[in-house]
């Protein structure tokens, strides 16, 4: 047994070129000529178990052999490499006699339309019952297109930012959020805005940047005593006439609002 | 049976019996105090002293091959695995055969099907008739394959080191100069004999610089390969009997597949595969 468990991966023979299994597909007699002497001197039994590998226990007393001095050398050439074993599985070869196990159909069976050429019925089919893709309706709410129920925010609860571990006065945003590793918004999720939430309580005084705040996170914020900043919506676009249109209605209601109050302020 | 080998180093000396040693690679680098899952995700470095031979033929010295070479019980596949994709990778796959839908003529109906007494016929481009199609015949198609660049790297390196090891190498100094007269294979022949080199077997010659009068001199020689790093290849390494590096050479090689070449060679590297394939 201690011979069996003192097997290397390598054989004795050469450092390069390891005996291969089975699937052997190169002549490695030649890489060393001079094997059978080298088993002889050392009165070695050669045992091939199985088909996986060889085994060889030597008998010699000695120590370990100077593989330096007795090994032959081993070179690759074309002649012999190979693949590594159990790495590569022949074909099935079907079709070529019945002893060969795939020989009389081939593994299509016997008769009707599975043991035609081609594929046969197609993915989901169900002999012509209504199958489960089609009895299923196929999106969900009104046609798939209820926006309503999509999430407008990425939330993030107080206690969460408590145990992020912010310091006095540091800035709390998506950005920074992000960066703590305390959300991490994919897909949709990218393009939505910050929402604090109430849950749980903050003792450190930080300044929260985010779009909205829940009634409950803004109350315990001002207590805590932090900076809120409502960051504006995004804009909604609307054509360039549009918008020239609007700043020129805007500008003649300021006027008209600046003249207004100068007016109102000299009748006083 | 692997497992069990894989045990801590004490465990695996202290069942060292005299029965049988397992066999220590005839380079140093692995000890036999690893566990053999390590040796195996380990590559090796093999250090080879290559004689370096005087364009006389004299022996003036030894240089150094030190390349990486893979775990022996994966050496073998390795190489093949680099062999095969190179070779495949050569191949155009532009061979192409008409199939009978595509040989000029056949549509009509040669005579009807019933009534002549004859065997009835749909075509005269059928396969089974002269100048009718070929069936599953070789149609373009793309038989690359890809292969990790480390691992076509260690292919090479591997069948390098081992023909470094089975004294297959033989480093020649320089001599670019000794032909400055004038290119004459003759004496390049004269030379390979000097050298112990059979001009009648295979040799490869890796150079960094190719004169163009040695490439005259041995460029009627069929059994050599003159290939400079650029058109470096495994086929011819394994192909060739002898490998002839001149200085220059070894050193890109160390430099190239070495053991502490890894990032420096890389860019240099797809360069020079590109090239390659535009070579072939």
New interface residues.
């Given amino acids: 047994m201690?011979?069996?468990?003192?097997?290397?991966?390598?054989?004795?023979a050469a450092?390069?070129?390891?005996l291969?299994a089975s699937p052997f597909m190169g002549n490695i007699k030649i890489l060393w000529p001079s094997l059978p002497s080298l088993f002889a001197s050392k009165s070695c039994l050669v045992l091939r178990r199985g088909p996986q590998?060889a085994m060889?226990?030597?008998?010699?007393?000695?120590?370990?052999?100077d593989?330096?001095a007795s090994?032959p050398?081993?070179?690759?050439?074309?002649n012999?490499?190979?693949?590594?074993p159990g790495?590569k599985r022949k074909n099935k070869r079907k079709g070529r006699g019945i002893a060969a196990g795939q020989g009389n159909s081939c593994g299509f069976g016997m008769r009707g339309q599975k043991s035609r050429s081609g594929p046969g019925v197609r993915k989901g089919f169900e002999g012509g019952q209504m199958p489960l893709y089609r009895r299923i309706p196929k999106l969900r709410g009104i046609a798939g297109g209820m926006h309503a129920g999509l999430p407008k925010f990425v939330p993030v609860n107080l206690k969460d930012i408590e145990d992020a571990g912010f310091e006095e006065g540091d800035e709390v945003s998506l950005e920074s959020l992000k960066a703590k590793g305390l959300i991490n918004p994919s897909g949709r999720e990218r393009r939505l805005p910050l929402k604090i939430l109430g849950d749980g309580a903050l003792s450190v005084k930080v300044n929260v940047k985010a779009r909205a705040f829940s009634a409950a996170a803004k109350e315990k914020l001002e207590a805590a005593g932090c900076t809120l900043t409502a960051l504006p919506g995004r804009k909604k676009w609307v054509k360039p006439s549009v918008a020239k249109n609007l700043a020129r209605a805007e500008e003649y209601f300021a006027k008209k609002r600046a003249a207004a109050a100068a007016g109102g302020g000299g009748s006083e | 049976?692997?497992i069990?080998?894989a045990?801590t180093p004490s465990l695996?000396s202290s069942?060292?019996?005299?029965?049988?040693?397992?066999?220590?690679?005839?380079?140093a680098n692995v000890s036999l105090a690893t566990a053999?899952s390590a040796?195996?995700l380990r590559v090796r470095c093999d250090v080879a002293a290559i004689p370096v031979l005087s364009f006389s033929g004299e022996k003036v010295g030894d240089v150094p091959l030190d390349l990486k070479?893979a775990p022996?019980?994966?050496?073998?596949?390795v190489?093949?695995?680099g062999?095969v994709a190179e070779q495949q990778n050569q191949r155009r796959g532009t061979a192409s055969t008409l199939t009978r839908g595509e040989v000029s003529g056949g549509g009509k109906k040669p005579y009807p099907q019933k009534k002549t007494g004859r065997a009835r016929r749909g075509s005269q481009r059928t396969p089974l008739r002269p100048g009718g199609g070929v069936v599953f015949g070789p149609k373009p198609r793309d038989w690359s394959v890809k292969i990790n660049r480390k691992e076509k790297r260690l292919a090479l390196s591997?069948?390098l080191s081992?023909?470094a090891?089975?004294?297959?190498a033989l480093v020649v100094e320089d001599f670019g100069q000794e032909f400055e007269a004038g290119p004459k294979t003759k004496e390049f022949v004269a030379a390979m004999r000097r050298w112990g080199l059979d001009p009648k077997r295979k040799a490869m010659f890796l150079l960094t610089e190719v004169s163009d009068n040695v490439l005259l001199s041995c460029r009627n020689i069929g059994t050599i390969k003159l290939l400079t790093p650029r058109t470096l290849n495994l086929?011819d390494i394994?192909?060739s009997e002898k490998l002839v590096f001149t200085k220059s050479a070894v050193e890109y090689l160390n430099s190239m597949y070495g053991e502490n070449a890894e990032e420096e060679g890389d860019g240099e590297e797809e360069e020079e595969e590109i090239v390659l394939a535009g070579d072939n």
């Fill in positions: 201690a011979a069996l468990l003192n097997l290397s991966t390598t054989t004795p450092p390069h070129i390891r291969p590998r060889v226990v030597c008998s010699a007393a000695t120590g370990a052999p593989p330096e090994a050398l081993g070179r690759f050439r074309l012999n490499l190979g693949p590594q790495s | 049976m692997r069990s080998c045990a695996s069942v060292a019996s005299p029965l049988f040693a397992p066999n220590s690679h005839s380079f053999p040796v195996r070479s022996s019980d994966t050496a073998r596949a190489v093949h695995r062999l591997t069948a081992s023909a090891a089975t004294a297959d086929f394994l192909d």
